[in-house]
């Protein structure tokens, strides 16, 4: 097992000469919350790692931190840590300090990412959503300014873009003009959350998990429409099931039993577990009678497949990526209105014909997403780069 002593701080471990390396930022991993997107970059890592070409070798780079070591990923070399920490690093890429995180190509889960790419290397960014511009209300001022001018930078100085989505493909050409070559990548679902563990009769009484409810994961943040499934709780006609919600807090003050409370719904009917691990999310998912992704924005909506995996029907807002991701296997409802969700929750509880089809199809639409079949797409994406003349200039 490697150890922070064996992480790589000058950006080459023991590679041979000539031979390409992708390094991966995995800045996300170290963040205070890792939300979404972290778990999109150790996925991603891992099946990169799992899936690399003959003759490429795959590497990671984070800024510098006390303790490197969650984001070590096993087959990734490193993590090379960066001279600057976590702050500096942002502000120094924000400012175009062309400070370089080794490799001959690299890959950016986010939009943190150099500017660039240096002479002689490639930079592929992945862009998640356009949030910033189409729901800026859904992060700070700050972050707004920072996401639209990294997104806007890589648009321009990128070989390629990485988008989840058709549908973040085609709106946010909208919002930046795009140099960059615009690639549709979706996600995958892991094994680990798509089978409950061994042990999961124990972890669910250790979560306190309802004998039936009605689950949502993802960030407490305000895009996320937990307001409008806690006040669809509320309406007499909802089902009268207690609400799960799995997700570590983000910003905007999040407050379920304050929501419940305006929405006239018992907080005590609302179960808040916080960050969960993989295991514990896996139990959780297949414990839950219903997924509610109620977002007003998503750029991909993985919780929407990992339930469907998992075997549990699925309602959803009419979010253009969540109606693209879900391909129809499950319910779509309108966004901020909580009759129409209650309506929808109640329809799919209450029909258990309903519910064996949604499963079925849910099972079906699930296995279409790999992570393996996503890193072999990324892979092909900077293999195709590296190949190409015009982009290998000496440095």
Same mark, same amino acid.
């Given at each position: ?30 963040? =205070? *919350?890792? +939300?979404?997107?972290?778990?999109? $970059? ?23 931190? @006390? ?42 889960? /986010?939009?943190?990412?150099?500017? +660039? ?6 930079? #592929? ?7 910033? %511009? ?17 997104? &806007?930078?890589?648009?321009?100085q990128a070989g390629a873009l990485v988008?989840?989505? !058709? ?23 892991? =094994?680990? #959350? ?23 994961? &993802? ?12 006040? !669809? ?17 983000? %910003? +905007?003050?999040?407050? =379920? ?36 992704? =109620? $977002?007003? @924005? ?13 075997? *549990?029907?699925? *309602? ?15 319910? /779509? ?21 309903? @519910?064996? /089809? ?15 079949? /996503?890193?072999?797409?990324?892979? $092909?994406?900077?293999v195709e780069l590296h190949r190409k ?5 000496? $440095?």
């Amino acid at each position: 097992m490697r150890t922070p002593a064996d992480t790589v701080r000058d950006g080459t471990r023991a590679t041979l000469p000539g031979v390409p390396k992708l390094v991966v930022l995995l800045e996300q991993l170290l963040a =205070p *919350v890792p +939300g979404g997107t972290g778990r999109y $970059s150790r996925e991603l890592a891992a099946a990169l790692a799992a899936t690399v070409p003959a003759g490429w070798t795959v590497a990671s780079a984070v800024a510098r931190h @006390a303790d490197p070591t969650p984001a070590m990923i096993p087959g990734v070399e490193g993590p090379h840590v960066l001279p600057l920490p976590r702050r500096a690093l942002v502000a120094a890429w924000e400012a175009g300090v062309p400070l370089w995180p080794g490799g001959d190509t690299v890959h950016a889960p /986010t939009p943190l990412a150099p500017p +660039g790419p240096r002479r002689g290397c490639d930079l #592929v960014v992945t862009v998640h959503d356009t949030v910033p %511009w189409t729901h800026p209300d859904g992060l700070t001022r700050r972050g707004v300014s920072w996401h639209r001018r990294m997104i &806007g930078r890589a648009a321009r100085q990128a070989g390629a873009l990485v988008v989840p989505t !058709a549908a973040v493909a085609g709106d946010l050409p909208r919002h930046v003009p795009c140099q960059a070559r615009v690639h549709v990548v979706g996600a995958g679902v892991s =094994p680990a #959350v798509a089978r409950p563990p061994e042990e999961a009769a124990e972890i669910a009484t250790q979560l306190g998990l309802p004998p039936r409810y009605v689950l949502a994961v &993802g960030t407490l943040e305000p895009r996320k429409g937990i307001d409008t499934l806690l006040a !669809a709780l509320a309406v007499p006609e909802a089902p009268d099931l207690p609400v799960v919600l799995a997700g570590p807090p983000g %910003w +905007g003050r999040v407050d =379920p039993a304050a929501l419940a409370r305006q929405s006239g719904l018992d907080p005590g009917r609302v179960h808040v577990l916080g960050r969960i691990s993989d295991p514990e999310l896996a139990v959780v998912l297949h414990g839950a009678a219903v997924l509610a992704a =109620p $977002s007003r @924005a998503e750029g991909f909506g993985l919780p929407v497949l990992e339930a469907m995996a998992a075997g *549990v029907p699925v *309602v959803h807002s009419d979010a253009p990526a969540l109606v693209e991701v879900a391909g129809g296997a499950g319910v /779509t409802v309108r966004r901020n209105d909580p009759a129409a969700l209650a309506t929808a929750l109640r329809a799919v509880l209450s029909d258990s014909g309903q @519910a064996q /089809t949604m499963i079925a199809a849910g099972r079906r639409r699930a296995q279409r997403f790999t992570w393996e079949a /996503t890193a072999r797409r990324v892979w $092909s994406v900077h293999v195709e780069l590296h190949r190409k003349p015009s982009r290998r200039v000496p $440095s």
